[in-house]
């Protein structure tokens, strides 16, 4: 029969760790290593509920602190699988007060099982969700646009897998790294329930427009003269070419902003802005007239241009 490893060393906790550090350790413990989980493991899970069953009673931890295991077999496995002292290390929610989503869970007494057949929707009879990622294009991001996909899933009311066509609906104004969501239509447990569906969207960059949020950005050669006295320059947005006014004095780097020219604003009717950063183009060349204007220039105004 093989030696039974410490207790502390089984929640790896230190001998001197607070009643609320060893029920920590436990609840981290016992959500890695649940048999109903595809990674779990039920000879080690079962290890964590011993150990925690003890250590979280003030007596048995006690006899245990003095004696080891010699301290009784009997005082572990019996009774409240939470200890006397301990109480249920998932009250009050996963890692806080509050669980997932801001959702309270407070299980009360009852077995360990029992609870994370509950946390897992239903035990090995759960709904599973699937996730896919999908590519788009950024002008689709810009629009929006609906994706058909095949769709394969575990149909386990039918003993196999059911293939189906998917529509997505693509809001416009995705931005890339972010995800949908399609309940019910993920996998199907025996008692025909669905999981949902996650479609993670990744957005090719554009060669013309740099995003920031719902904020669009491009940089514009401005002619130094120009610059100097104003002018109009044509742009290019989401929307197509425009001209815009350069101020009179425009400096390098200034920032031109086109109000509602960005991006859509998912959930909503507004757009972001369209930034455009100025860049003042010097000329390498000069015709003799240009060369000129500039000698009158510098002689008129006393300082040198750059």
Not at 192 to 210: A, K, M
Not at 233 to 246: A, D, H, P, Q, R
């Amino acid at each position: 029969m093989a030696e039974k490893r410490d207790y502390y060393q089984v929640l790896g906790v230190s001998r001197d760790a607070s009643a609320d550090e060893i029920k920590k350790a436990f609840r981290k413990k016992a959500i890695e290593l649940h048999p109903d989980k595809d990674s779990g493991d039920e000879e080690k899970f079962k290890e964590a509920n011993e150990a925690y069953e003890v250590l979280s009673n003030e007596q048995k931890k006690s006899a245990y602190d003095q004696f080891g295991h010699a301290a009784g077999a009997d005082q572990a496995g019996g009774g409240n699988p939470y200890g006397a002292a301990g109480g249920n290390p998932f009250a009050g929610g996963f890692g806080g007060a509050e669980g997932f989503d801001g959702m309270e869970f407070n299980f009360g007494g009852g077995n360990l099982n029992d609870i994370f057949d509950m946390f897992f929707t239903g035990g090995r009879n759960r709904t599973r969700d699937v996730e896919i990622s999908i590519t788009i294009e950024f002008e689709e991001a810009v629009k929006g646009t609906t994706k058909t996909i095949s769709l394969r899933v575990a149909d386990s009311k039918n003993g196999g897998r059911k293939n189906e066509e998917v529509k997505i609906k693509i809001p416009a104004g995705i931005d890339d790294g972010q995800s949908i969501k399609m309940s019910g239509k993920g996998e199907i447990n025996q008692n025909g329930d669905r999981g949902d569906l996650y479609i993670h969207v990744r957005v090719r960059p554009s060669s013309e427009f740099r995003r920031e949020g719902a904020n669009i950005i491009t940089e514009l050669n401005v002619d130094f003269a120009d610059a100097a006295l104003g002018g109009e320059s044509e742009v290019k947005t989401l929307e197509g070419k425009t001209t815009i006014k350069i101020p009179a004095g425009t400096q390098p780097g200034k920032i031109l902003k086109m109000s509602g020219k960005g991006m859509p604003l998912l959930g909503t009717n507004r757009r972001g802005d369209h930034l455009i950063v100025v860049n003042i183009i010097i000329p390498k060349k000069l015709s003799s007239k240009q060369r000129q204007a500039l000698e009158e220039y510098r002689k008129a105004g006393g300082r040198k241009f750059w």
